[in-house]
Nanobody, 117 residues
Framework: VQLVESGGGLVQAGGSLRLSCAASGSTFSINAMGWYRQAPGKQRELVAGITSGGGNTNYADSVKGRFTISRDNAKNMMYLQMNSLKPEDTAVYYC???????????WGQGTQVTVSS
């Protein structure tokens, strides 16, 4: 499975961005997916997760009410709509996919999101 993120960039505080993650390869093996982020000097953290069918989602407390995760399995795509962005949202955002059976985890290369104050 290969994952490629896009949609990052520079935005002012209060603005919005939409991240996309395109999956290719053995996409039939993908179960849950998620978005993680890593700011300089900090550990990578889970931002949002979504189950295989998209019926259940979860969010970090810091982004609840501002970010929305979604996926389109027919297109092998996952998205993260980010609204009301804050400078503390600045980080590299990574797409993650978990294979059925929990054995394999896949990562994208990351996309930079920078929020200016």
């Amino acid at each position: 499975v290969q994952l490629v993120e896009s949609g990052g960039g520079l935005v002012q505080a209060g603005g919005s961005l939409r991240l996309s993650c395109a999956a290719s390869g053995s996409t039939f093996s993908i179960n849950a997916m998620g978005w993680y982020r890593q700011a300089p000097g900090k550990q990578r953290e889970l931002v949002a997760g979504i189950t295989s069918g998209g019926g259940n989602t979860n969010y970090a407390d810091s982004v609840k009410g501002r970010f929305t995760i979604s996926r389109d399995n027919a297109k092998n795509m996952m998205y993260l709509q980010m609204n009301s962005l804050k400078p503390e949202d600045t980080a590299v955002y990574y797409c993650n996919a978990l294979a059925y059976g929990g054995g394999m985890k896949y990562w994208g290369q990351g996309t930079q999101v920078t929020v200016s104050s």
